[in-house]
């Protein structure tokens, strides 16, 4: 109970007594079933509920000049219709992805294997509506402007609607000649997002669970890794899609 209230003073939102509620039972049966005491589970107990995992953002965020640029596009956010706006990126995949977490027995180190001398990278490009994912391509490798040029003018440009709104980064390869010109060209409008922003990117959360069902697939060729990306693109509900854009401030209709 020391532990308990030693946690309490550094964390003022937490009583001792309201630790001791919620967790003293369970610290006394967890040690009954592992063979430990009390105080041991306590102390593993405080330093998981202090020690936090940071989410890290982008320093250049407090620049003025970024300042300036985030604020109007958030100020545009409530006047763009999510079902015209198109938001695309590119990430990677590779052969010898795994999951980062596992479950060992208390004490023990969880050791998993993974190709370490060879292994072969893709890239995953495609554009995210409020319904779902439009346009996928893997490539061989990474890509640059030209391979991403190729993209919009051959995937992209056939499937966009007039009046659409297509959004990515600012990329180097995103602004390659006859970009703007392939969009423009099938009626729709090109606009790049804020700098460091890619908070304001709800296709970034879409991508976040991609690699999380990569990682648990655990592909170790080429050919299985583009089947399971494909296979990965049908879990994506237009409900789903349509709460990363509200994350990301884009109101519903």
Known sequence: ????????????????????????????????????????LCRM????????????????????DVVEQRAAWRASQELIDPAKVVFIDE??????????????????RLVDKTPCGRWET???LGALRAEGFIAPLTVDGGINGEL????VEQHLAPVLKIGDIVVMDNL??????????????????LRYLPPYSPDLNPIELAFSKFKKLLRDGAERTVDKLWELCGRILDQFTESE?????????????
Request: charged share 30%.
């Open 241 to 253: 899609c349509r709460n990363y854009f509200q994350h990301c401030g884009y109101r519903q209709t």
């Open 172 to 189: 180097s390869s995103h602004k390659v000649a006859g970009i703007r010109e392939a969009i423009e060209a099938a009626g729709a409008e």
């Open 45 to 64: 107990s405080c330093a998981r509920s202090v020690s936090k995992k940071k989410t890290l953002i982008a320093s250049e965020q407090d620049r003025p």
């Open 1 to 40: 109970m020391a532990c308990l209230g030693r946690l309490a003073c550094r964390e003022d939102r937490c009583s001792a007594r309201h630790l001791s509620t919620r967790v003293a039972s369970r610290i006394k049966a967890r040690a009954w079933r592992r063979g430990l005491s009390g105080d041991d």
């Open 148 to 151: 991403f040029r190729a993209w």
């Open 91 to 108: 990430t990677w995949a590779t052969t010898n992805m795994t999951r980062t977490y596992g479950r060992s027995e208390l004490g023990t």
């Open 122 to 124: 893709t890239t995953f």
